[in-house]
């Protein structure tokens, strides 16, 4: 079992950015994917992007080059950074890790509000 906790939310203005972290602890090798999502009050959640441990980084449409996942091995971190916030982009965002290929997420964090005002 992987633990998954984010963080770096908080409230931003409007066209700023910010970064989030999800570290993983625990049977980090168990997983082979981390991926991010957000969830807004009354939309369905949303999978922002998947980062294959020692692959690729596939994004949703949506994401327009404003969010880029990075990854600290070292650290087993994964980070998302969102440039030019929209109101829109308030949500609570999780990370997630998972296996196979597509990912089945099978462990979630508890996820990190970024509420983003005009």
């Known amino acids: 079992q992987v633990q998954l906790l984010e963080s770096g939310g908080g409230s931003v203005q409007a066209g700023g950015s910010q970064r989030l972290s999800c570290r993983a602890s625990g049977d980090t090798f168990s997983s082979d994917c981390l991926a991010w999502f957000r969830q807004a009050p009354g939309k369905v959640r949303e999978r922002i992007g998947t980062a294959y441990i020692g692959g690729r980084t596939y994004y949703a449409d949506f994401v327009k080059g404003r969010f880029t996942i990075s990854q600290d091995n070292a650290k087993n971190t994964v980070y998302l950074e969102i440039n030019s916030l929209k109101p829109e982009d308030t949500a609570m965002y999780y990370c997630?890790?998972?296996?196979?290929?597509?990912?089945?997420?099978?462990?979630w964090g508890q996820g990190t509000q970024v509420t983003v005002s005009s």
């Open positions: 997630a890790a998972g296996v196979g290929r597509p990912c089945t997420y099978n462990n």
